[in-house]
């Protein structure tokens, strides 16, 4: 059981980072943070005023990014600071573009982090967008309810069940490799 948990919670992503951390997010229950031996939860307290966490993120840098039901918190120095361009975003995915910009899906709005906050960049036609990638190529790849998206020098190819995807319906995106 999770601390400040039933006994119960439901969870909605996970990651590893660098340094061994395991980090869940969930539903209802906020963000915790796995430690050999410690199980350390978070909350109002350390600046995360949101308890429904989904999804999790670390960029190339190793900042931990937290999407919720109301905005994106960033993880620094044992404290989240809500980005202030994100308050009122339901957050679907996180990623990061080719250079290394954070990019944020809500619904099917794509945006990316400049200097002066999140700026609109792409709305897809893919329903709601669940995962984001970037491939060694450079290539941006959005998975969502109604397919799969490449975009590589401003163009943008859409993948489905007609191009041989397997189902419509995109939650991950790896590279293996290959």
């Given at each position: 059981?999770?601390?400040?948990?039933?006994?119960?919670?439901?969870?909605w992503?996970?990651i590893e980072d660098?340094?061994g951390?395991?980090?869940?997010?969930?539903?209802?229950?906020g963000?915790?943070r796995?430690?050999?031996?410690?199980?350390?939860?978070y909350?109002?307290?350390?600046g995360?005023?949101?308890n429904?966490?989904?999804?999790i993120?670390?960029?190339?840098?190793?900042t931990i990014?937290i999407?919720?039901?109301?905005?994106?918190?960033?993880?620094?120095?044992?404290t989240?600071?809500?980005?202030k361009?994100?308050?009122?975003?339901?957050?679907?995915?996180?990623g990061?573009?080719?250079?290394?910009?954070?990019?944020?899906?809500?619904g099917?709005?794509l945006s990316?982090?400049?200097k002066d906050?999140l700026?609109?960049?792409?709305?897809?036609s893919?329903?709601?967008?669940w995962?984001?990638?970037t491939?060694?190529?450079?290539a941006?790849?959005?998975?969502g309810?109604?397919?799969?998206?490449?975009?590589?020098?401003?163009?943008a190819?859409?993948?489905?069940?007609?191009?041989?995807?397997?189902?419509n319906?995109?939650?991950?995106?790896?590279d293996d490799?290959n």
């Amino acid at each position: 059981a999770l601390p400040n948990s039933p006994g119960w919670a439901t969870v909605w992503a996970g990651i590893e980072d660098r340094e061994g951390n395991i980090w869940i997010g969930t539903f209802r229950y906020g963000l915790f943070r796995i430690r050999k031996q410690i199980i350390t939860s978070y909350s109002k307290a350390e600046g995360l005023t949101e308890n429904n966490v989904y999804p999790i993120f670390e960029d190339r840098q190793g900042t931990i990014w937290i999407g919720t039901a109301n905005g994106v918190f960033k993880y620094q120095d044992g404290t989240f600071t809500r980005l202030k361009s994100s308050e009122n975003f339901y957050v679907d995915a996180l990623g990061e573009d080719a250079s290394g910009r954070l990019l944020v899906s809500s619904g099917g709005a794509l945006s990316r982090l400049e200097k002066d906050g999140l700026k609109l960049f792409y709305h897809s036609s893919l329903g709601h967008i669940w995962t984001i990638f970037t491939d060694r190529e450079n290539a941006l790849w959005i998975g969502g309810d109604l397919g799969l998206t490449r975009i590589k020098d401003n163009i943008a190819e859409t993948f489905t069940t007609a191009q041989g995807l397997a189902a419509n319906d995109t939650k991950i995106i790896i590279d293996d490799n290959n």
